[in-house]
């Protein structure tokens, strides 16, 4: 698996391919009927928006990380391990990428809350409006996608406070004249 992270922490386009295809597959077996060339022409348009913002938020990390998709991805991994780095540059780059990601989470418990609402209602919705398939399906949904992103995203949290302190803690203290 973690071969997996690495190759497509390193080849963006990859990611964003498959998520476009899991989308065109999630869409298409909620909703049957229009041809998958059209829904995938759908998604594709509705998600350039979370492609640039995504790819926007990539471009930082790298400059954070030393400049390159692999400086980023030994991050990754170091982070993942919970290695913290010796060399100065490394623990430079480190710390600015975590200082980065911890400032982009301050908010991680509202927006988990907001996103299980939105979920929710959406399902509440599909279940008083749309067939069965699509109230279960987007039921189903709901309790995977709120409850996997809640999990993930206290686990990454944790990550980032635990390299944080160790950061800080192993930090030389500053020499006073």
Known sequence: MERVS????????LQLVLSLLVAVALV????????VLSVAVRTTI????????????RRREKRAAGGSA??????????????????????AAMDALVTQRLRRTRHRVAAS???A????????????????RQAVGY??????FVGWSVHQGNVQHRRLCAMHAALRDDRPAPVTR
């Not at 692999?70 to 623990?91: F, I, Q, W």
Request: a positive charge; glycine letters at 8%.
């Open 139 to 144: 039921a189903v949904l709901t309790v995977v």
């Open 46 to 57: 509705t998600s350039l928006g979370a492609i640039g913002v995504f790819l926007a938020r």
């Open 70 to 91: 692999d400086d980023l991805v030994a991050l990754e991994l170091k982070l993942r391990h919970g290695d913290v780095p010796t060399a100065p540059r490394e623990r």
């Open 117 to 132: 609402v939105l979920f929710t209602a959406v399902a509440v919705l599909m279940a008083l409006t749309g067939t069965v």
């Open 28 to 35: 298409t077996l909620l909703f049957p009927g229009p041809s």
């Open 113 to 115: 809350v907001c996103l």
């Open 6 to 13: 690495t190759f497509l922490g390193r080849h963006v386009w």
